[in-house]
């Protein structure tokens, strides 16, 4: 099968397991509304893929108020679906059978696996860490920053199937006006000796905090050395505004909270509207995770700390007396 550039643009609906049932994660939201504007410039339709069982049925409504037209239901046998190998080879099925002229996904560290693996199977040209992506004179085009955010990039695709990870945030999620009905094709995908050759031996789901997750959350506040520990302001104030808690590598190896928690180079990269930095100096390995992020807002008791180079607000106050006053402020604003 070809990928004409008139082909389906077909987004991977990520998920996680809310009260025992499949559920979209919000950031496939806004990859939808991506892969729309994408679609646009050809007239080209938004198909969905779904890997998980009974994922397809369960977001069938959620993804036509996207505008999604088919639904990709993939089996693959009893081939385990987690393993990076066998995901690639089922995206690579549909994206050949449908004829797609784009594979999105979002920006997480197995999906950027199973992409890179997409790539060598598929000949398609794969860019990581989107934060937008259009079609100019026939070419997929990526946008993207680099170097800690300090620099925005371009890249064009020139093969005839691209494949984009965009990171979360990207874009607002908008709905269509007119949902669409979407309908569900299934595929039963038959998966190579060589991908089976890994075994997931177990699999944990983290347990759900009750906050967003740390790499898609739209808020996030985050508590550095600063903290001396006490994580008690900074989880206040998250709550309030509904926003992830990060930290530094100094609290994660402290062991003031966990290492998934750590933002920075040897972290989770995240991109949120805003950021809260409490009682951190903006080393350059956490920069390098949060510095592409919306607002910057920094709360550090040295008025010559680095993060205040980088900070769009900033206050120059003890964050024990700073963060209370604001989570406060904003519960009164909220009535
Ligand atoms: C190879 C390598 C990789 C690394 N990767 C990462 C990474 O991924 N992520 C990461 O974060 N770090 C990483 N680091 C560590 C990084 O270099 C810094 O050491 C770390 O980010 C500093 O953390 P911090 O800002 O919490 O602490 P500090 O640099 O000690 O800063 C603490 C700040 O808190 C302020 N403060 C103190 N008390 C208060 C108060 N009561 N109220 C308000 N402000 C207060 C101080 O003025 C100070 O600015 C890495 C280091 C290496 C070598």
Known sequence: MTHPADGPVVVLLDHHTVDGAPRLRPPVLELLTLARGLARHTGAPVHAVALEPGLAAAAADEVGRYGVTV????????????????????LAAVASRAGASAVLATSTFENKEAAARLGVLTGAGVVSDATGVTREDGEVVVSKTVFAGTWTTRCAITTPLAVVLVKANA?????VDAPTEPRTEGHAVTVSAGARRATLTGRTER?????????????????????????????????VLGAAVGAT????????????????QTGVTISPQLYIGAGISGAVHHRGGMQASGTIVAVNSDPESPIFEIADFGVVGDLFDVLPQAAAEIRRLRG
Do not use: C, M, Y
């Open 71 to 90: 639904v990709h239901d993939v089996t693959v046998g009893d081939a385990d679906r987690h393993l990076t190998p066998v995901a690639a080879e089922a």
């Open 249 to 264: 590598r100094v609290a994660t190896d402290e062991g003031w909270i966990g290492h998934e928690a750590q933002i920075g």
């Open 171 to 175: 874009v607002p999620a908008e709905p």
């Open 207 to 239: 347990a759900a905090t009750g906050r967003p997750e740390l790499a898609e959350a739209q808020a996030v506040v985050a508590g550095g050395r600063g903290t001396n520990g006490d994580f008690s302001a900074v989880e206040e104030l998250a709550d």
